[in-house]
């Protein structure tokens, strides 16, 4: 990961507007192919505007960004689908948990963003020690 210029899209005003707009973000990655690896721009970017993220990427993509350091979503989101071999059957894991987080009462999301709140923070910090660390 290695840090983009201010002037782009990651550190951009407009979409700092979109995320403030969601919830939270649907990360379709480069690859959801069992044997590969690969965590692009697409993830990081929520990371970036302190937004949570649901991730379709390959088998164990969520293990591999904590592995760097990162936090994720569990108890909040259930990630179980993380750990899925089959692309088809994780997907279907991941539109459940869309469909659990949509459904929510407007109560529920704010108290589920509160939650997920101190996450998020964590994950901001994280990534900009991260790119100054691997980036000197």
């Known amino acids: 990961i290695r840090r983009p210029p201010r002037s782009t899209p990651l550190y951009s005003s407009a979409a700092s507007d979109v995320y403030k707009r969601q919830m939270f973000t649907l990360v379709t990655e ?14 990081v970017k929520p990371i970036g505007h302190n937004h949570p993220f ?3 990427g390959s088998l164990g993509t969520l293990e591999h960004l904590k592995i760097m350091g990162f936090k994720t979503f569990e108890p ?3 990630e179980s689908y993380d750990k899925e071999p089959h692309p088809e059957k994780r ?5 459940s948990q869309v469909r659990i987080l949509c459904d929510m009462t407007e109560s529920e999301k704010l108290k589920w963003m509160e939650n ?3 996450i998020i923070q964590y994950n901001r910090k994280h990534l900009d020690t991260y790119i100054k660390e691997n980036n000197e």
Do not use: A, C
Request: glycine letters at 0%; zero cysteines.
């Open 30 to 43: 480069t690859t959801v192919l069992p044997n590969e690896y690969y965590i692009s721009e697409k993830t």
């Open 54 to 56: 649901i991730v379709f």
């Open 76 to 78: 909040w989101i259930d």
């Open 91 to 95: 997907f279907e894991m991941i539109l």
């Open 116 to 118: 997920v709140k101190p």
